[in-house]
C-alpha cells in the first residue's frame, strides 16, 4: 500500500517522501517510518517492487523462446526489458537512475541487477559455444546491448522519438527493429 503510493508519486513527478506516501495510503504519518526509516528505504523497496514486475516479464518472454536458441532468447531478454520500459516508465526510472536513491544499498537490487546481467553472460556464452557470433568479445556484446535497451527505453521515456520521425503507435515496432538490427550485427552471415 505504501510502495504503491510511493510509485505513484513517482509517476506523478512528485516529490517522494514517507510522509506523503503515508497521507497518500490513507496510514497515519508515524506508521510507515517503523518499516521505512528514511525515503531511501522507501524507495528501495519501491525499486524492488519494481524490479520483481521486471524479471516476472523477463521470465515470461523467455519461457516464450525457443531454449535451444540464445541469441533467440537474448533478442526475447531485449524486446522484454523494452516493453516493460515504456509500458512503465516510473519503475524503469527508479531501478535506471539514482535519482530515488542510492543502488548500491539495496542487497536485494545488488543480487537481482548480478543475476540479470549472469543470464544475459549466459546466453552470449551458448551463442558463442554454438558458433553464432561475430566477435569473441562477450563483455563488449553484452555492454553494447545493454547500451542499446537502455538508450532506446531513455529516449521513450525522455520523448526524442517524434523529434525522429516515430509516431507513437510506431515506437514498439521500430524497437523490435532495432533489436533485430542488433543481433543480425552480432551474428554470424
Known amino acids: 500500500m505504501l510502495i504503491d503510493a510511493a510509485l505513484q508519486l513517482a509517476e506523478e513527478g512528485a516529490e517522494v517522501s514517507v510522509r506523503e506516501a503515508a497521507r497518500r495510503a490513507a ?40 531454449a535451444a536458441d540464445p541469441l533467440g532468447r537474448f533478442r526475447a531478454f531485449g524486446l522484454a526489458y523494452l516493453r516493460w520500459a515504456m509500458r512503465n516508465p516510473a519503475h524503469f526510472e527508479i531501478i535506471s537512475t539514482g535519482r530515488y536513491f542510492a543502488h548500491g544499498s539495496s542487497t536485494e537490487l545488488t543480487r537481482d541487477n548480478a543475476e540479470l546481467i549472469a543470464l544475459t553472460e549466459q546466453m552470449l556464452a551458448e551463442a558463442a559455444s554454438q558458433g553464432l557470433l561475430r566477435s569473441a568479445d562477450l563483455k563488449r556484446i553484452q555492454i553494447a546491448g545493454r547500451a542499446l535497451v537502455y538508450g532506446f527505453a531513455r529516449m521513450n521515456l525522455d520523448g526524442h522519438f517524434p523529434r525522429w520521425g516515430v509516431a507513437a503507435g510506431e515506437v514498439d515496432r521500430m524497437a523490435e527493429a532495432v533489436i533485430d538490427l542488433f543481433i543480425a550485427g552480432i551474428a554470424k552471415a
Open 27 to 66: 496510514v497515519s504519518p508515524g506508521a510507515p517510518f517503523r518499516h521505512f526509516p528514511s525515503r531511501d528505504a522507501l524507495m528501495a523497496a519501491v525499486a524492488e517492487e519494481a524490479q520483481r514486475r521486471f524479471r516476472i516479464e523477463i521470465q515470461a518472454a523467455l519461457g516464450e523462446a525457443p
